[in-house]
C-alpha cells in the first residue's frame, strides 16, 4: 500500500469518467456515471472511505450488501433486481481496474468485486409493451401533435425498430431520402462526431419507410423543426433549439405518451393526476403504465414475429443477431408462439 497515491473517491471517479468519455460512446459514459454514484454514496455516508488507498475486499463485500438490500435506490426499500446489482458492480469492477493503474488502489482489488451469478431469466428484462398499445399512442400523437419532435421520435423508434443511439444518428441531408420511389433512413456510425451505432460499423444499414411517414417526416422538416447544427457543424433529422436530440429528450418522449393520463385516459392505477407524483415532468418513469424506448423496440420486434417476418429479415432490420431476439425482444407468450408455428406446420 506504500506505493499507492492518496486520492479520494470523487476524485477518482471523475479521471474514470474522462477516460470512459475518452475511449466510449455516450451510453457508457452515462452509465458508468449512473452506477458509480451508489459507490460514491456509500463511500461518504456508509464505508468512511474518504481515500481510496484504504479500500479493502472487506469494504467492497460490505457495499454489495448494502447496495443489493436497496442502498441507494432513491428511497424504495426493496432489494435491487439482480440484473442491476451485477450490472453496478461490473461497472464498480471496470472502475478499479482503472484505478489500479493509477496507483489509487492495488492491481488486483478488482477481482474481489464479487459479481453475482444471473440465470437465462435475470438477464431478461420483464419490462414491455405489447404491440397493440404503440398504435393507440401514434394515432393521439397524429392527432394532436402532429409533425412535432415527440411525434417523429415515436414514428422513428416504431417504424426502425432502432435504439435511440440510431434515431439520434439521423443527419437531416446525408441520411434522410424522402423523394423517389423508395423513401428511407440511412444509419451510420459516427463515433468521431458524437453519434456511435451499437454495434460499430455492423450497425449500418438502410431502412425503407412508407410514402406517408416520409410526408409526416417532410412536415416536420419544413415545420417546427428548429433549424440548428450540432457541435461538430451536422444537420440532424431531431433537433432541439440547443441542437442534436439527447438521449434523455428521446426517452422522455416515451415516458410521456406512454402514461394513460398524458393523453386524456383515466388513470388505470386508480391516482389522483392532482396529487400523483408521475404527472411532474422530472418523475414521469414512475408511472406504472410508462414505458422506456427499449420497450418500443421489443414491442416492434415482437410484432414483427406476430406477423410471421423471419427472424433473419428482423435481425437484419432493427440491427440484432438471431440469438438476441430470442433472448430479449420477442416479448409474445406461449400462446402467441403457438399460433405463428401453426401458420407454418403441415397439419394433414
Request: with cysteine; hydrophobic share 30%; proline share 5%.
Amino acid at each position: 500500500m506504500s506505493d499507492l497515491e492518496p486520492i479520494t473517491p470523487s476524485e477518482a471517479i471523475d479521471l474514470h469518467l474522462e477516460r470512459v468519455d475518452t475511449d466510449a460512446a455516450e451510453w457508457t459514459h452515462t452509465g458508468h456515471k449512473s452506477d458509480l454514484r451508489a459507490f460514491l454514496e456509500w463511500c461518504r455516508e456508509e464505508g468512511g472511505v474518504d481515500n481510496l488507498n484504504t479500500l479493502s475486499g472487506r469494504d467492497l463485500y460490505k457495499f454489495r450488501v448494502w447496495r443489493r438490500e436497496g442502498g441507494y435506490s432513491n428511497g424504495q426499500d426493496e432489494e435491487l433486481a439482480k440484473k442491476t446489482l451485477h450490472s453496478n458492480l461490473a461497472t464498480l469492477r471496470s472502475f478499479l481496474r482503472f484505478c489500479g493503474s493509477i496507483d489509487a488502489v492495488s492491481e488486483d482489488l478488482y477481482l474481489s468485486v464479487p459479481l453475482p451469478s444471473l440465470s437465462d431469466d435475470d438477464e431478461v428484462s420483464d419490462s414491455k409493451i405489447v404491440p397493440e398499445r404503440v398504435p393507440v399512442v401514434l394515432e393521439y400523437l397524429r392527432t394532436y401533435e402532429y409533425a412535432s419532435r415527440d411525434h417523429v421520435t415515436w414514428m422513428l423508434l416504431w417504424y426502425l425498430g432502432s435504439r435511440t443511439g440510431g434515431i439520434r444518428s439521423i443527419d437531416l441531408d446525408e441520411d434522410v431520402e424522402l423523394d423517389g420511389r423508395e423513401p428511407g433512413i440511412d444509419l451510420r456510425h459516427r463515433p468521431e462526431t458524437g453519434t456511435p451505432l451499437k454495434n460499430g460499423k455492423q450497425s449500418e444499414r438502410y431502412n425503407r419507410i412508407e410514402d406517408w411517414i416520409a410526408g409526416v417526416l417532410e412536415d416536420w422538416i419544413d415545420g417546427p423543426r428548429p433549424d440548428v447544427t450540432d457541435e461538430y457543424g451536422r444537420e440532424p433529422l431531431i433537433t432541439t433549439t440547443r441542437g442534436r436530440v439527447s438521449a434523455s429528450c428521446i426517452r422522455d418522449a416515451v415516458y410521456r405518451w406512454t402514461r394513460p393520463c398524458a393523453r386524456g385516459e383515466e388513470c388505470p392505477h386508480e391516482r389522483d393526476p392532482e396529487t400523483c407524483e408521475a404527472t411532474d415532468h422530472s418523475k414521469m418513469s414512475k408511472c406504472p403504465s410508462s414505458r422506456s424506448p427499449h420497450d418500443i423496440r421489443k414491442a416492434r420486434v415482437t410484432k414483427y414475429r406476430n406477423d410471421n417476418v423471419p427472424r433473419g429479415v428482423v435481425a437484419e432490420e432493427v440491427d440484432a443477431s438471431e440469438r438476441i431476439l430470442d433472448k430479449h425482444y420477442d416479448r409474445a407468450s406461449r400462446r402467441e408462439k403457438g399460433s405463428r408455428r401453426w401458420e407454418f406446420i403441415d397439419r394433414e
